[in-house]
């Protein structure tokens, strides 16, 4: 059962330029989710040569080309026009969408300058993609059995027009008589490579309709299956018993499927317990507070901390003991024990949560080197501490930790009695 | 002076199901610090007839055409023959290759899989690039004034092979003569909009020579200015009067070029003042601590700070007054204020900053609308709270309000005479 052919094409020059493309691994995930896979990738500079070649290849040899980017007001913005021109399609000024682009500044008191007109230009046939979060709509043009969408470049406004309104049509236009099933079982707590040794008997030679995706960061590993069949059904049943098999090889490491995060899961956790947290900071500098308060409601559960980046505060606010960062040092055991416990009491919280290291480039030393983390929790019974040691840049040593105290929280309400 | 047109293709079903490529980020960056900016990159999943496909048309319309991945033994790495059969060339079987690539595994005491043997096979008239970190050699074929050349997909075997073997050959086959400069002034407090307006007398119809590229996120907003002329000497004095030209236009936004970050500016006025801060965070819940942290040595100015999520948390450890948080509430200009003043001296910092907010999804009212953020900023003077009202995504309220945050503290320490 041979699927449709899906090409992305990125927009920018900065993606030519040193910028990572994100969008990539984003549309290409959730493409693959919905049984669509990707089958070839481009990034273009901001050239109308360029993208009007490109875009005409693309949708000669393709059933649905999506691209990203170059629809915002400026000179280099030239997306809309190079698809008019690929496809031999006029362009058209339509007077209502700019009343909303005007209606949005408007809304704060701004005046509309003149290049974002330009937003409201369409290409002769196509249809407008809304755009909640930013000035620059989306357009979606169908030509017989095919396909290209035009959306915008930030991934805060492209994510959710994706979702909402370009993978429906795609779903509806080339999922007809296919059936997906799909599985993300997130881990913590395990290297990828052991993650990956283990499930290898499935990923080796994956039986046909299957397809596996193995990523990892921050901790955290993922671990994708699709099931492509003719009927939801038998899709469905054979992804149950795909997943039984996964659960048997890597289970112990499962903290939850789907759209669940590390932060998330510790919410759900202490929501169902009654439990609040409050966390004490050092080298994270306020990351961990930031991932945990990334989940919506988060306030049911999480009452704040203290960034305890001085030792003067490390005493001060959380009553860490002169003696201990006299004699063991901020980045130790005893501090990090002393800093879960604190900041519990301070924050009238029924568990308390610390990290402490040296995140780099710079403080390390041949006994405290870069990358040494301890990570404290503290609840009404006492503290224990766990201790993380592997190099890296300063970012991932960072997001390592963060990655650790999450997972240590996890496990520590997983063996707690509900 | 048009440089040569240069291509990447990298090869990998992974590229395409998730997996992000950092590759593209390296090599561009690389090439345009070279004079030898990328025109186009492209991913292809491991399928003979699209990489053949795909390297015909790359080589037909570009100078040179590099490729990474799909040089390993195993059945699915098949960038050799598809190069090949691109080209139209015999590939032969190298016995002396073979010996090098048997020799690294007798090395380590390891039989030579069978599988090997596929890594010393060679396109005709292609010159052999060697791999001291791996088992796959690259190669490199000249066809005129054309060039491609195929390198591994593994980053530690890639990047040695690129910057000794490939990079040199690309610089004496296509930079001759020409030269380049480059500036990326970094912007705040400007929408990209309206910085976009005031240098489009530049952007819109680039000189001879010149190219432009705008980038935004996070309340930031960068300017890249690309100079390239036949010695760097008149590169660089071309680059000095547009640099001019730029400051007259945005010269007011401009916070720093280069690699600087808002938070990196931030670090070094309070360091060339002598001031230290601490932070006091609501809404989000430590991201800015983790912003102002970011920077190595941030502890020289950065004591710390509280993450306030509760309302509890914001009476006790940040003294906002009991009346302010019933009759104003938590997102209130008042409250605001008491959380910077607080902060500051909970901190004993010289300055406080302050952001309580409503990122969403929920909790937004007709009043006090999701977007809605207070930032204040307390000195020993006194204090002043700024507002913010955009709606967004969560995690873009968050970052909109670190940004403007960091932008009020640039512009507060701008205004202290040193």
Request: glycine share 12%.
């Amino acid at each position: 059962m041979k699927g449709p052919r899906i090409e992305l094409l990125c927009v920018g020059t900065e993606l030519l330029s040193g910028q990572v493309n994100t969008h990539q691994a984003y549309l290409s995930t959730a493409l693959a989710a919905a049984g669509l896979p990707l089958a070839r990738e481009g990034s273009l500079s901001d050239d109308l040569a360029e993208i009007t070649g490109a875009v005409r290849e693309a949708f000669k040899r393709s059933d649905a080309v999506l691209m990203c980017g170059g629809l915002g007001p400026t000179f280099d913005d030239i997306t809309r026009e190079a698809v008019g021109a690929a496809l031999g399609r006029k362009m058209s000024f339509q007077p209502a969408l700019y009343a909303r682009i005007a209606k949005k500044f408007s809304r704060y008191r701004l005046p509309v300058p003149e290049e974002n007109k330009r937003q409201a230009f369409v290409i002769s046939g196509a249809e407008v993609l809304p755009n909640p979060f930013g000035s620059a709509p989306g357009q979606l043009l169908k030509s017989g059995r095919r396909m290209i969408a035009l959306m915008p470049g930030p991934y805060a406004e492209m994510s959710p027009m994706f979702e909402r309104h370009v993978l429906p049509r795609l779903k509806a236009a080339y999922a007809r008589g296919r059936a997906t099933a799909h599985l993300c079982v997130r881990m913590s707590g395990v290297p990828e490579s052991v993650a990956d040794e283990n499930l290898e008997f499935l990923t080796r030679e994956p039986a046909p309709g299957q397809s596996f995706t193995i990523l990892s960061s921050g901790g955290q590993v993922d671990f994708h299956a699709t099931v492509t069949a003719s009927s939801g059904k038998s899709a469905k049943s054979e992804l149950a018993r795909l997943r039984s098999r996964i659960y048997e090889a890597v289970g112990e490491h499962v903290f939850g499927e789907g759209a669940e995060t590390l932060e998330s899961a510790v919410g759900k956790k202490l929501r169902r317990r009654g439990l609040t947290l409050s966390a004490a900071e050092s080298c994270t500098g306020g990351g961990l507070g930031r991932r945990l308060t990334a989940v919506p409601g988060s306030s049911d559960y999480f009452t704040g901390g203290v960034i305890a980046y001085s030792n003067a505060l490390k005493r001060s606010l959380l009553k860490v003991s002169a003696r201990t960062l006299s004699r063991f040092g901020a980045v130790s055991s005893h501090c990090a024990r002393e800093m879960a416990e604190g900041v519990r009491k301070a924050c009238g919280s029924d568990l308390g949560i610390s990290v402490t290291g040296i995140a780099g480039p710079g403080g390390g030393t041949r006994q405290k080197p870069v990358g040494l983390v301890y990570i404290g929790l503290a609840d009404k019974q006492g503290a224990r501490v766990v201790k993380l040691l592997r190099s890296g840049e300063r970012e991932v040593v960072r997001a390592r930790a963060i990655g650790a105290a999450l997972h240590l929280l996890l496990r520590h309400l997983d063996r707690m009695r509900e």
